[in-house]
């Protein structure tokens, strides 16, 4: 059967709501300061590993978005993702690190396929900041650093920020996002997601896993004037 598909909303509001500002530092700051939960998952992910993302968070500043995961069951061997949809155009790509994981977001009103990924090891030893240049995907080989993205498998907390210049919000200031664990080898499929997608039922599935079935829309805190937009 054809799923039915939707979104999470990147949606800029009016200046000043945001609920605060996270200390990158692998530490979830509370809803004080992150809002509540932009998106919550409660099917388990795969069973090999025995992690399953929870709840998907995401605030800014007048510089940064913020976006944060939280996961029961991580683990320092396995990997993270934040995949994020801002602007027109995008990567409907395998995964960026190569697992087996395809990026398949859907084209709607609010977007259309990521432009940014953050991915990393969650034992803090290497995270990347991937751009979309409109045929590929950039920025391997630069560690951006645990100042950044931070994961902390001790508490089950990852989170990351991006630059609003980075990410160049749309016009319409909406967008998607999606948070996804994988292994460390890429053979390796998804392990789990929020919002949901269905995981991987073996360690090295003989097919792709794909990133299309995030829940909402949800309008999230983002303040309008701090976006540099097209």
């Given at each position: ?135 590929a995907w950039q920025g391997f080989g ?89």
């Amino acid at each position: 059967m054809k799923r039915l598909l939707s979104v999470i909303a990147i949606s800029a509001v009016s200046a000043g709501i945001y609920a605060g500002t996270p200390t990158i530092d692998g530490t979830f700051d509370g809803v004080s300061v992150w809002g509540p939960a932009v998106a919550t998952n409660s099917n388990p992910g795969f069973s090999g590993a025995g992690a399953t993302a929870t709840d998907l968070y995401v605030t800014d500043d007048a510089s940064y978005v913020y976006f944060g995961a939280q996961i029961s069951g991580l683990a320092g061997w396995m990997s993270f993702g934040f995949a994020i949809d801002s602007q027109s155009g995008g990567g409907n790509t395998q995964e960026t690190w190569g697992r087996q994981i395809n990026f398949s977001f859907p084209t709607n009103s609010v977007g259309d396929a990521p432009d940014v990924v953050i991915r990393g090891n969650c034992n803090n030893s290497w995270i990347e900041q991937h751009t979309w240049n409109g045929s590929a995907w950039q920025g391997f080989g630069t560690n951006i650093g645990t100042s950044e993205a931070n994961s902390n498998p001790s508490t089950g907390w990852i989170e990351c920020r991006v630059a609003k210049s980075v990410l160049n919000m749309r016009a319409s200031k909406q967008g998607q996002v999606e948070f996804y664990l994988t292994g460390d080898q890429n053979a390796h499929g998804l392990f789990t997601s929020v919002p949901y997608d269905t995981p991987c039922a073996e360690w090295n599935p003989s097919s792709p896993q794909v990133l299309s079935n995030p829940s909402g829309p949800v309008n999230l805190p983002v303040a309008l004037s701090a976006f540099t937009l097209e």
